[in-house]
């Protein structure tokens, strides 16, 4: 029943939130800047995220396991002068953006979830958090206990120089791409808390927020009525079989 949260192809369109509230935390930032070949390659990265993310919540208990221990051995090597990747509580920072975003997506975008199919969806996430090494205990409690960490966290951090850039580095586009990217950048300001999105300088307006809410109605009386099959995220970024 969890599941259902992560088997609709419209919470991709959440990575840009993840990812911004994600690097809002300094040290979170830094260690993008200083291990991360995104300016390069933010196609690449991105799907390097997403495959083995979605390995451990669609696929097979090995799948599962294997997306993980790759995931930590990465993170492993990720530390510097102030930071490291394993610290916990940057652990369940990240993993709180990506919790938080999904269901923000899910009941703005196809439907709200029922008080079980949130807890559900919860312990399965916390089960993925051990995976990646969170320790038993450290997670907050309920959905709900997450929700309010998330609102005090974007209250309180202050988007570093790196994050900046890394937001800069993600959006800017050239001629060819800036239909796709100038819609992605919107959608991400929209969908970000307000602080953070004035941190960014992520424009908004009154005029956008009408277009995202009738765009958030109209995916919820649609979407649910269209075959599971053509609402699933893409393909080619599913775990593949065994074998």
Avoid at 23 to 36: N, R, T
Avoid at 44 to 63: H, N, S
């Amino acid at each position: 029943m969890a599941r259902v949260v992560h088997r609709e192809g419209v919470l991709l369109l959440g990575g840009g939130r993840a990812l911004l509230m994600q690097i809002a935390h300094p040290l979170v930032a830094k260690g993008v800047a200083e291990h991360s070949r995104f300016r390069a390659d933010r196609i690449d990265r991105l799907l390097r995220t997403l495959r083995p993310t979605l390995a451990m919540v669609f696929g097979t208990e090995e799948q599962a396991l294997a997306a993980a221990a790759g995931i930590n051995h990465t993170h492993d090597h990720v530390k510097g002068e102030s930071y490291a990747a394993k610290d916990p509580d940057l652990l369940i920072w990240v993993l709180a953006t990506l919790i938080d975003t999904s269901v923000l997506i899910y009941e703005g975008f196809v439907r709200s979830l029922e008080a079980e199919e949130r807890a559900a969806y919860y312990r399965d996430m916390c089960h993925i958090g051990s995976l990646l090494e969170i320790p038993d205990g450290a997670m907050p409690e309920s959905l709900e206990a997450l929700q309010a960490y998330v609102v005090d966290m974007c209250d309180s951090l202050v988007v570093s120089p790196e994050g900046h850039d890394i937001c800069h580095a993600l959006f800017e586009s050239n001629p060819a791409t800036w239909p796709v990217m100038g819609s992605i950048r919107q959608l991400t300001a929209g969908l970000l808390p307000d602080g953070l999105r004035d941190q960014f300088g992520l424009a908004w307006g009154t005029k956008r927020q009408r277009i995202l809410d009738l765009a958030s109605r109209s995916s919820r009386r649609v979407l649910p009525r269209v075959p599971r099959r053509l609402r699933a995220p893409p393909w080619f970024l599913m775990p593949r079989a065994s074998g």
